[in-house]
Structure formats: structure tokens, C-alpha cells
């Protein structure tokens, strides 16, 4: 059979290739840059880069009279290398759940919250805040500001995705607000100077918005500023009072910590050793043994003790005697003080991360609660600002909380929320105290009554939880007449055994005869 070819196959497969690399680089120039890992050309999977050596000088200067971008690169540099002060930092940055609650406000009152439009942006702003996972989004910006000083970022909306790009901190600043309380970020063209390979820098380029690739191309061949303002819509700007490292006076302890590990580790290696010294007698001025038969000596008690590294044998006409090289009256600081010093310094509880007693732990939870809240307050105003511009109408606008709730105190907090519940006030705060969103709940309701049919298998016990108004009234009706019914028939009962009393009465008094 012969073979033919068919140049339309071939056309047919150069067009898919074509369509494949086209599709592939619109894919890429829609990514955005999670680490600084994207901004390097590398075989390897994750880079690493020259840890710094920071000098004890350096250190004091930096923590004193650094600025911003020098104490955060500091900070960085101590998370990545101090076991204790990442812990310090990821306590705190994940300290609270982030449980958050979505409330709708229905502008007029003539409008009624179930109407079509007002529901169906309800439910978009509803599955927008779960999609968008803001638990972990808030959990990654407070783990910047507490290492950094301050996060800044950049919002990509697509119209159908929002998502947020990380900007790199020394290249960024915020020194103004709006009329809206939302502080302006400038960022710093200069940064894409940085990147040295051009192919790479034009590919990272192009996963900025337009305007930021038109400024840059403004800067390099126009001779423009490189400091541009990003439009209040699209940046994100986070930090405590000032932007600074939380825990920035830590690092100098931490890094006396060090010293005085290694000094306590050659103190335990030192109070190891022994050093034993071997007498050869003497008659007066006269040797006993000659200097050949006291090497001889020294020798044969070096072979006895060769497996034992920590002793040292010294051959000698003086006294034999075991010198400690440890003293015990000597005052030592120890590991332990240090450490007790770092979290002293911190404003931590020590009993947070080795727990002993019970005393102040609790006082020192509420503490760092006051304080996460108030970087949760500021992400809720951030979630509140962003679903608003997209989903608010003229109608309704939607407010974002974020409860005080911690990994230490949910199961207070929704005992608490429950018995309030039981008073008329909000069914759905200890539900989404447990960590279950508003969407997850409506869908796990929904599939179990109308899928599963598990209100029907499963009932729980009657309580004022589990009963409606209407239930509860129609209960009172029945037991309001049951006992209306058991008070008449005791009367009747009553009255029955008054009536019998009073017949047997007549009965005694006149049919009796007297017999004399």
C-alpha cells in the first residue's frame, strides 16, 4: 500500500504549535511574582543566598540609627538564621484565626434585603470572600509587618480575579493618605534596574499593570521620575505606629545568645577534662628513677588511658594530684538567663513556649490579642474597601469584621457567643467562631436537608436552640390546656366527694333505732 503525504496535516500542526506558544506566553505574562526567587535566572529549585555577617557594630548601629530598609533587612536576615525569633514572629503573625464575617447594610429602608439585585450581590460578595482565602492573606501580611516593619502590595483585578502581587519593601514607601483614610503608595522604578538580566526584566515588567510599564519606559528613555504614586484602588500598604521591625531591640540579645551558647558549650567541654600528674620519687637530691625509666612510666600510663580523650597525664618528681580545671564558685551566666532576658525584653510570656505554671499566661494571651486586633482591624478595613469597589451598589454596601478570636481562646469565645445566641443576639457568630465561613455553612445546611435528608434521620433534643417561636407557642398551648384540664377534673373530683359525704350523712342520722 503506498503511503501518501498530506501537506494539510502539516499546516494543520504548524497552526497548533503556533497557537500553544501564543497561548503559553499570554499565561505567563498574567503571572505575578511571588518571591524574590522570580526575580533571579536559576537552575535551582530554591536559590539561597550569602546570609549577611552582621558585626556586633553593625548590629547596635543599625538597631540605633538605621533606617528603614536597613533594619529590615536585618530583621530578614535574623528570621531566617535565629530559631527563636522566627518562632517570636510566627506566634504573633498567626496568633489570631482571622474568622471573619461578612454584613450586608441595605442603604434604604424602603428596599428589603431579599430583593433580586440586593441578594445577588450578597452572594457574590459572599463567595468572593471565600475564594479569596482571607485567613491566609491576612496571616502572610502580618508576618511581613512584624519581620519588615510594614507590607506593601500591589492589586491585579481581571474583572472575573483579584489577585495581590507582594512589592519589594526597599523600593516602596507610603507618606500620604487620601481623603478616605488610605494611605498612598509610591513605588520606586528603580527597582526593575535591579533585575540584570534584560530578557528577564522585560518579562517581569510585563506582569505589572500598563501604567507602571509606561512610567518605567518614562523613567529609562525620558528622562522621568522614577518615584511613582500607585492609585489608591491598587495598593496595599500595612504597618503598626511606625515602620519599623516589632521585635528589632531582640536582635541584640539574640546575638549575645550565641555568644554565650558557644561559651557555655566550651565551659561543659572544659569541666570534661582531667589532668592526671604522675610523681617519680625522689631520694633526697638522688633520682630514683632515671629520666628513661620515668618516660617509660609516662608511656605505660598513657597507653592505659588512650581511650579516654578528656584526661591528660603529666610525668613529674612533685606529688601526683587531680586538678578540675571547673570551679564551682565561679559565677556563671547561664543560657537560661539570657533566654529569660530575650523574653523579658519581648514582652512574651516564656511560659508560652515552655510552659510551666499557669500564673500571668492568661494576662499575657489577652495581651498579644489586644494587640494582633489591632493589625486585624486594619485587614478588615482593607476587605471592606476592596469588596465595596466591586460589589457595593446603590442599594447596599457590605463591612467586613474580623473577630477577636485566637487559637487560645476559641472555645471561650464560642461558649460565650452561644449563650448570647440564646438571648436573640447573632446565630451565626458562634458558628463562624469554629472557623466555617458564611457560604460553607449555607452549603453544608444544603446538603444536608435537601441531599442527605439528615434533618429527618437526625433530630436533635427539643431546647430553646433546636425549637422555633411558633414550636415553643404551640408547646405552651398544649401544656396551658393539659392543666386546665386536670384543674377541672380535680374539681369535679372535689365536688363528687363532698356530695357523697353529705348523702352518707343523712343516711346515719335519721335510720338508726334507740333501744332502751
Known amino acids: 500500500m503506498e503511503e ?6 502539516e499546516n494543520v500542526s504548524k497552526d497548533l504549535n503556533i497557537n500553544r506558544i501564543s497561548t503559553f506566553k499570554k499565561a505567563i505574562e498574567s503571572m505575578i511574582a511571588t518571591s524574590k526567587a522570580a526575580y533571579v535566572r536559576s537552575d535551582s529549585k530554591s536559590p539561597r543566598e550569602r546570609n549577611r555577617i552582621y558585626t556586633k557594630e553593625d548590629i547596635h548601629r543599625i538597631v540605633e540609627r538605621g533606617d528603614s530598609v536597613e533594619r529590615a533587612k ?29 454584613v450586608p447594610h441595605v442603604k434604604s429602608r424602603k428596599d428589603k434585603i431579599k430583593d433580586k439585585k440586593i441578594t445577588g450581590a ?37 474583572g472575573e480575579y483579584i489577585a495581590i502581587q507582594d512589592l519589594p519593601f526597599e523600593y516602596c514607601r507610603s507618606r500620604f493618605k487620601n481623603q478616605q483614610d488610605i494611605d498612598i503608595v509610591e513605588f ?21 499593570p500598563k501604567f507602571i510599564q509606561k512610567a518605567y519606559y518614562n523613567y529609562r528613555h525620558n528622562n522621568g521620575e522614577n518615584w511613582i504614586f500607585l492609585p489608591a484602588e491598587i495598593g496595599i500598604y500595612f504597618s503598626y505606629f511606625e515602620e519599623r521591625p516589632f521585635f528589632m531591640d531582640l536582635i541584640p540579645l539574640l546575638d549575645d545568645l550565641d555568644d554565650y551558647k558557644e561559651i557555655d558549650k566550651k565551659r561543659n567541654l572544659q569541666s570534661l577534662g582531667r589532668i592526671i600528674v604522675q610523681k617519680v620519687g625522689t631520694d633526697g637530691t638522688q633520682l630514683v628513677f632515671e629520666p628513661e625509666e620515668a618516660e617509660e612510666m609516662h608511656d605505660g600510663v598513657i597507653s592505659m588511658l588512650q581511650d579516654n580523650p578528656d584526661v591528660d597525664v603529666i610525668t613529674t618528681y612533685n606529688d601526683i594530684k587531680m586538678i578540675d580545671l571547673s570551679s564551682e564558685d565561679d559565677e556563671k551566666t547561664t543560657v537560661d538567663s539570657v533566654q529569660d532576658l530575650i523574653y523579658e525584653s519581648a514582652g512574651v510570656s516564656k511560659e508560652l513556649f515552655c510552659a510551666t505554671t499557669d500564673t500571668g499566661l492568661q494576662y499575657s ?38 473577630l477577636p478570636i485566637s487559637y487560645y481562646n476559641n472555645v471561650e469565645y464560642t461558649s460565650k457567643a452561644k449563650d448570647l445566641a440564646a438571648f436573640g443576639y447573632s446565630f451565626l457568630t458562634p458558628i463562624l467562631s469554629t472557623g466555617i465561613d458564611q457560604t460553607s455553612l449555607s452549603d453544608l445546611k444544603e446538603l444536608e436537608n435537601e441531599l442527605l435528608e439528615l434533618d429527618e434521620v437526625l433530630k436533635p433534643l427539643q431546647s430553646s436552640y433546636t425549637q422555633s417561636g411558633k414550636t415553643n407557642a404551640v408547646t405552651a398551648a398544649a401544656s396551658k390546656t393539659a392543666s386546665e ?31 332502751e
Open 122 to 158: 450578597y452572594d457574590d460578595a459572599s463567595d468572593f470572600c471565600t475564594s479569596f482565602q482571607i485567613e491566609r492573606k491576612c496571616a502572610l501580611f502580618a508576618k511581613d509587618i512584624l519581620v519588615n516593619g510594614a507590607y506593601y502590595g500591589l492589586i491585579h483585578d481581571s
Open 74 to 102: 536585618l530583621s530578614q536576615h535574623f528570621f531566617s538564621v535565629s530559631g527563636l525569633y522566627k518562632r517570636i514572629i510566627l506566634h504573633y503573625a498567626t496568633f489570631l484565626t482571622y474568622s471573619w464575617i461578612l
Open 485 to 515: 384540664q386536670a384543674a377541672n377534673s380535680s374539681d369535679d373530683t372535689t365536688k363528687k366527694e363532698e356530695e357523697e359525704e353529705k348523702t352518707e350523712g343523712k343516711d346515719t342520722g335519721g335510720g338508726g333505732e334507740i333501744n
Open 188 to 208: 520606586n522604578m528603580k527597582f526593575f534596574d535591579s533585575i540584570t538580566d534584560a530578557a528577564l526584566r522585560m518579562q517581569i515588567l510585563k506582569t505589572y
Open 4 to 9: 501518501r503525504f498530506n501537506p494539510n496535516l
Open 365 to 402: 494571651l489577652n495581651n498579644d490579642l489586644a494587640m494582633m486586633m489591632i493589625l486585624g482591624q486594619k485587614f478588615a478595613h482593607f476587605f471592606t474597601v476592596l469588596i465595596n469597589n466591586k460589589f457595593s451598589s446603590k442599594k447596599i454596601k457590605f463591612k467586613i469584621l474580623i
